[in-house]
C-alpha cells in the first residue's frame, strides 16, 4: 500500500513538530534546597555539599538569620572553603553569635586564609568559652610559636596539663610540649 501524502508535506509535519518543540517553555529547574532542618540533617551525616545547598537556599530566603550564617560558615570551613567562609562568620559574629565551635572553626580558617593573629584571637574566645578544647588549645600553641612567642605556647599546654594531672589524669600535650621546647632550644 502506497502512501498518499507528499514527501514534502511529510517533511513540514517534521519540521512544525520540531520548532513546535523548540518553541515549547522550557521545564523550569527544580527549586534550591532551602531548608535549615535538612542541612542540620545533612550537616549531622557529614553530606557537607548537601548541607552548603540547604543552607546556601535558606539564605537566600532569610539573608539575616544568625545561626544559618554560622552554620554555612562552618560547613563551608569542613569542605576547606576558607575563603568563603569568612564572610559568613563575620556576619554571625557581628549579629551577636558567640559559640565555641563558631569561634573554633573561624579560627581554622582564618589560620588557613594566613589570618594567624585573627586565628590566635578566635581561639582564644574558643577556649574562653570551653577551656577543655584541646585542639583548639593545640592549635593556638601552634600559632603563638609561629608567632615567636614559643613560651606562651608552653605555658598555655603545660598549664593544662597539670590541671589533668591535679584531676588525676594523665597529662594531653607531653609531645607537643617537647616540640615546642626543642623549636625553642634551636633558637639562636
Known sequence: ???????????????????AA???PATPPAPQPASMADGDKCFGDRDYA?????YR???????????????????LTRESKHHDALPYFQKAIDAGEGTYDL??????????????????????RALDAVPSLVD????????????G?????????????????????????TGQIAALEDKAAKKP
Open 1 to 19: 500500500m502506497k502512501s498518499s501524502a507528499a514527501p514534502g508535506a511529510l517533511l513540514a509535519v517534521l519540521a512544525l513538530s520540531a520548532l
Open 149 to 173: 612567642k614559643t613560651d606562651e605556647a608552653i605555658k598555655l599546654l603545660r598549664d593544662f596539663d597539670k590541671h589533668l594531672v591535679s584531676l588525676g589524669e594523665q597529662p594531653y600535650f
Open 103 to 124: 569561634y573554633a572553626n573561624y579560627a581554622l580558617s582564618l589560620d588557613a586564609t594566613g589570618d594567624t593573629e585573627g586565628a590566635i584571637k578566635y581561639n582564644r
Open 50 to 54: 548537601c548541607a552548603e545547598a540547604n
Open 22 to 24: 523548540a518553541c515549547a
Open 136 to 147: 583548639v588549645r593545640g592549635a593556638l600553641a601552634r600559632q603563638l610559636a609561629k608567632q
Open 57 to 75: 537556599g535558606y539564605l537566600k530566603l532569610y539573608p539575616q538569620d544568625v545561626r544559618a550564617n554560622a552554620v554555612l560558615g562552618i560547613t
